[in-house]
């Protein structure tokens, strides 16, 4: 049976550590400001932009909101992102993806300034992440680790596989394990006998996008198992990209869905935010 790893109080108590870090900065008469960017109304990020802003308002750092309407047009919002970069009082800058087709999310993404790239999404972030220089870090992965850290679970020396090669998660994700001094190795839909490199996996990150795929044939007795995704089932209930009740057993200790990784990626990037004060 495995140890439930509980992502929302351990972001719980990530959050009350940053709002007392926020409120000895106030204190020295600095002020924190995240400028939060969406374009269009797709629900999905309507309710994660104001996730963000809830947390913000939590922690104490001031939050400006940019809702644009679906027809912004590409100049107009890479405008008012170089507006905000030259803005004294904006610490970091967040523009939720996905955004409408007309919009090239690279040019988007490569426009922020990195000393205020809050997602850590820049070309200029995942370099300094690559090489081992300082530099914001992808929320997800950031807070996996945080997840494991937190829970004692040690990543030295240990085989950890990730499922998975996207940009915002797979990758960092196998950097951030690498830095810790795991050994490392990163699947993807092509892997050949993907049970066989899961099966080895002291921890085994999974970040495929497909509901319930992993299953215990798939997991080491004792292994950790966190589980990055998240669907919603034909019965309006949450799944992830490993089935729970299958893995339950063999694992040593497992990430819900939802209550995992979920609450840990807002954590991380308000702890980015409160990086953001000593940057800029
Ligand atoms: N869309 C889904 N997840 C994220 C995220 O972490 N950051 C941004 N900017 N957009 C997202």
Same mark, same amino acid.
């Given at each position: 049976m495995a140890k439930i790893i509980d992502g929302k109080a351990i972001s719980a108590q990530i959050k009350e550590e940053l709002k007392v870090q926020v409120a000895e900065y106030k204190a020295k008469g600095i002020d924190i400001c995240l400028a939060v960017i969406q374009v269009g109304n797709d629900p999905a990020s309507s309710v994660y932009v104001g996730n963000k802003k809830k947390a913000c308002e939590f922690i104490g750092i001031n939050s400006l909101a940019y809702e644009l309407p679906e027809e912004t047009t590409q100049e107009e919002l890479l405008n008012i992102i170089k507006d905000l970069n030259n803005?004294?009082?904006?610490n970091g800058i967040l523009v939720q993806l996905p955004l409408p087709k007309h919009i090239d999310e690279d040019l988007v993404i490569k426009t922020i300034d990195p000393s205020k790239d809050v997602d850590g999404f820049h070309p200029q972030s995942v370099g300094a992440l690559s090489i081992g220089q300082k530099g914001y870090v992808s929320c997800t992965p950031a807070g996996i680790i945080q997840l494991l850290k937190r829970s004692d679970i040690e990543i030295k020396g240990k085989e950890c596989v990730v499922v998975g090669r996207s940009n915002i998660v797979g990758k960092p994700m196998a950097l951030l394990l690498l830095r810790e001094d795991g050994t490392v190795t990163v699947t993807h839909s092509r892997t050949k006998d993907l049970k066989e490199v899961t099966k080895r996996a002291d921890i085994l990150v999974v970040a +495929?996008? @497909?509901?319930?795929? +992993?299953? @215990?044939?798939?997991v080491k007795e004792g292994a950790t198992v966190i589980d990055v995704g998240i669907h919603r089932m034909d019965n309006g209930k949450l799944c992830g990209d490993v089935d729970y009740d299958d893995v339950f057993d063999v694992a040593g200790a497992i990430t819900p869905?939802?209550?995992?990784?979920g609450p840990m990626t807002i954590a991380m990037l308000m702890a980015n935010c409160v990086e953001s004060a000593l940057m800029n």
């Open positions: 803005r004294a009082d904006v +495929i996008g @497909k509901p319930k795929f +992993i299953t @215990k044939e798939y869905v939802p209550g995992g990784v």
